[in-house]
């Protein structure tokens, strides 16, 4: 090509995108590639794979929920909250999210995601420290990332070590972020230990409740209620209204001050729409008969205990049930026995547990009979057996 001639830019050798080609056989080859699976109305396997923990999704209660917001209110907000897409229904639910998590207000979110991004992106930025316990969901860690501060991670459930990296820092804020129940094994987070380190080094503490609304606490209020620290001026709690609540959408509960502040700086809230009313008309339902039947947690706890201990499993603290399987191929050919032998369950391969460790997740919900968790527990046995030659029963 001579000086001052210009390449055709409609001649390419390669596309911009042939390397997915590439990387998607990686993915393959490693056992990580996923598939869309939908669901059927009419199918009747038996789900242990969603987060269902209440069986509240298709309650004929919170069904009814969601019609009468939806007829009222219609299919969609229409807009961002801050424009047209608050209704009375959002601020109803608001209000009554904060007397059952016992703090001073609470702002909701178009999902649990964006409630973790939101929270933690405006709160802290450049110049900041965030701790951020190992085990915390993908939602709060890319909260971190977005925040831009200085964050630091430290082993699952490593209090001390937390206290240590808040009492060297030089930043003038900060924040410690966890799960109260971790999403992979059902476990409980050492929250209190958390918050003594943060409040003994100026910090404030978010917790995320996702796994624990409707499973811990009294009536299902969470861990934070149950340790009696709701309400603690330094914590923040976000939760789901995807989970126990059976609908669609996250939530904040804290201070005014703190929704305020979200209101006018939260990205993830103020750029989206709104949450769809029907979904705000079936998480207030589902809370309102969280209310009238507070035994739902103690109904679905006992349930995944009966389920760990026919599997062979650690006893969650949780809805949570995680059987270790070792390889991604095998989990997933363990998931795929199951789902022939007409039983749905979780596999969970990296990058969302450590290399080695694929598992098959069992989540429970309160309305499972005992017979049902029975054989639930013979399919994992069998299915297992059958891939890998190793039963799960038994096991500790």
Same mark, same amino acid.
């Given at each position: 090509?001579?000086?001052?001639?210009?390449?055709?830019?409609?001649?390419?050798?390669?596309?911009?995108?042939?390397?997915?080609?590439?990387?998607?056989?990686?993915?393959?080859?490693?056992?990580?590639?996923?598939?869309?699976?939908?669901?059927?109305?009419?199918?009747?396997?038996?789900?242990?794979?969603?987060?269902?923990?209440? =069986?509240?999704?298709?309650?004929?209660?919170?069904?009814?929920?969601? @019609?009468?917001?939806?007829?009222?209110?219609?299919?969609?907000?229409?807009?961002?909250?801050?424009?047209?897409?608050?209704?009375?229904?959002?601020?109803?639910?608001?209000?009554?999210? &904060?007397?059952?998590?016992?703090?001073?207000?609470?702002?909701?979110?178009?999902?649990?995601?964006?409630?973790?991004?939101?929270?933690?992106?405006?709160?802290?930025?450049?110049?900041?420290?965030?701790?951020?316990?190992?085990?915390?969901? &993908?939602?709060?860690?890319? =909260?971190?990332?977005?925040?831009?501060?200085?964050?630091? @991670?430290?082993?699952? =459930?490593?209090?001390?070590? +937390?206290?240590?990296?808040?009492?060297?820092?030089?930043?003038?804020?900060?924040?410690?972020?966890?799960?109260?129940?971790?999403?992979?094994?059902?476990?409980?987070?050492?929250?209190?230990?958390?918050?003594?380190?943060?409040?003994?080094?100026?910090?404030?503490?978010?917790?995320?409740?996702?796994?624990?609304?409707?499973?811990?606490?009294?009536?299902?209020?969470?861990?934070?209620?149950?340790?009696?620290?709701?309400?603690?001026?330094?914590?923040?709690?976000?939760? +789901?209204?995807?989970?126990?609540?059976?609908?669609?959408?996250? @939530?904040?509960?804290?201070?005014?001050?703190?929704?305020?502040?979200?209101?006018?700086?939260?990205?993830?809230?103020?750029?989206?729409?709104?949450?769809?009313?029907?979904?705000?008309?079936?998480?207030?339902?589902?809370?309102?008969?969280?209310?009238?039947?507070?035994?739902?947690?103690?109904?679905?706890? &006992?349930?995944?205990?009966?389920?760990?201990?026919?599997? =062979?499993?650690?006893?969650?603290?949780?809805?949570?049930?995680?059987?270790?399987?070792?390889?991604?191929?095998?989990?997933?050919?363990?998931?795929?026995?199951?789902?022939?032998?007409?039983?749905?369950?979780?596999?969970?391969?990296?990058?969302?547990?450590?290399?080695?460790?694929?598992?098959?997740?069992?989540? @429970?919900? &309160?309305?499972?009979?005992?017979?049902?968790?029975?054989?639930?527990?013979?399919?994992?046995?069998?299915?297992?057996?059958?891939?890998?030659?190793?039963?799960?029963?038994?096991?500790?």
């Amino acid at each position: 090509m001579t000086a001052g001639e210009i390449s055709d830019p409609t001649v390419r050798t390669a596309s911009a995108l042939d390397w997915l080609t590439e990387a998607a056989q990686v993915r393959e080859n490693a056992g990580l590639h996923r598939v869309l699976a939908p669901r059927a109305a009419d199918d009747a396997a038996l789900n242990l794979a969603s987060n269902d923990y209440l =069986g509240l999704s298709s309650d004929p209660r919170v069904v009814a929920g969601a @019609v009468e917001a939806t007829t009222r209110w219609g299919a969609g907000a229409t807009a961002s909250r801050l424009v047209v897409g608050t209704t009375g229904a959002h601020t109803a639910l608001e209000a009554d999210l &904060a007397d059952f998590l016992g703090t001073e207000s609470a702002l909701v979110f178009s999902s649990g995601y964006l409630a973790n991004v939101g929270v933690i992106s405006s709160l802290m930025g450049r110049g900041d420290l965030i701790v951020s316990d190992g085990g915390a969901h &993908a939602s709060l860690i890319d =909260g971190c990332r977005l925040s831009r501060a200085r964050v630091v @991670v430290t082993d699952r =459930g490593d209090h001390r070590a +937390v206290a240590e990296i808040l009492a060297a820092r030089t930043e003038a804020r900060a924040m410690v972020v966890t799960d109260s129940v971790y999403s992979i094994d059902g476990a409980v987070a050492p929250v209190a230990e958390l918050h003594d380190a943060a409040r003994a080094h100026g910090a404030v503490l978010v917790v995320d409740e996702a796994h624990a609304l409707g499973v811990r606490g009294r009536g299902g209020r969470g861990v934070v209620d149950e340790l009696g620290l709701a309400g603690a001026a330094d914590l923040v709690v976000t939760a +789901v209204l995807s989970k126990s609540l059976g609908s669609q959408g996250g @939530v904040v509960a804290a201070s005014t001050a703190v929704r305020d502040h979200l209101v006018d700086r939260a990205r993830s809230f103020i750029f989206d729409t709104g949450l769809a009313p029907g979904a705000v008309g079936a998480a207030a339902a589902a809370l309102q008969v969280l209310r009238s039947e507070p035994t739902l947690p103690d109904r679905v706890r &006992a349930a995944a205990r009966r389920l760990a201990d026919r599997c =062979g499993a650690p006893v969650p603290d949780g809805a949570v049930v995680s059987v270790v399987i070792g390889e991604p191929a095998d989990a997933v050919a363990v998931a795929a026995a199951c789902r022939d032998r007409g039983v749905l369950v979780g596999c969970f391969r990296p990058p969302s547990v450590p290399p080695g460790t694929s598992r098959i997740r069992l989540t @429970v919900r &309160a309305d499972l009979t005992d017979a049902e968790i029975d054989h639930v527990a013979q399919v994992l046995h069998d299915a297992r057996a059958e891939v890998t030659g190793t039963p799960s029963r038994g096991e500790r």
